[in-house]
């Protein structure tokens, strides 16, 4: 069988069946399905005890500062929102703008908004 015809036939079960060779599968081969969770759940853990690295930040601005049309400006072109939105963030921080992004994006950001006259945290 090539690969193809599996993946034609995974497609027409049923979720009981699914079910079913996932089982034969992980007996078959003494392998678990729940392995990804189990790992991504110690991950977590070892994140406690400060081993892992964090991989994902928040950019959170704390104050607009003194010039706060320009910072709704950068709000805008950073977030895509509308200028009603953009206001309404911006009014009500502390708000988080971007959310699990990579460092360099998060600190670009911060570095956008601050050249604005926002305060910015990244956490």
Same mark, same amino acid.
């Given at each position: 069988?090539?690969?193809?015809?599996?993946?034609?036939?995974? %497609?027409?079960?049923?979720?009981?069946?699914?079910?079913?060779?996932? !089982? #034969?599968?992980?007996?078959?081969? +003494?392998?678990? #399905?729940? *392995? /990804?969770?189990?790992?991504?759940?110690? +991950? #977590?853990?070892? $994140?406690?005890? $400060?081993?892992?690295?964090?991989?994902?930040? =928040?950019?959170?601005?704390?104050?607009? $500062?003194?010039? @706060?049309?320009?910072?709704?400006?950068?709000?805008?072109?950073?977030? $895509?929102?509308?200028? @009603?939105? *953009? @206001?309404?963030?911006? =009014?009500? *921080? /502390?708000?988080?703008? %971007? &959310? !699990?992004?990579?460092?360099? =994006?998060? =600190? +670009?950001?911060? #570095?956008?908004? &601050?050249?604005?006259? *926002?305060?910015?945290?990244? @956490?």
């Amino acid at each position: 069988m090539t690969t193809q015809e599996i993946l034609e036939s995974v %497609k027409n079960m049923t979720v009981l069946e699914l079910n079913e060779l996932v !089982k #034969a599968i992980e007996e078959e081969f +003494g392998v678990t #399905a729940a *392995a /990804p969770v189990a790992f991504g759940g110690a +991950g #977590a853990g070892a $994140g406690d005890g $400060g081993a892992a690295e964090q991989t994902e930040f =928040d950019v959170i601005l704390t104050s607009a $500062g003194a010039s @706060k049309i320009g910072v709704i400006k950068v709000v805008r072109e950073i977030t $895509g929102l509308g200028l @009603k939105e *953009a @206001k309404e963030l911006v =009014d009500n *921080a /502390p708000k988080p703008i %971007k &959310e !699990k992004i990579a460092k360099e =994006d998060a =600190d +670009g950001i911060k #570095a956008k908004l &601050e050249e604005a006259g *926002a305060s910015v945290e990244v @956490k």
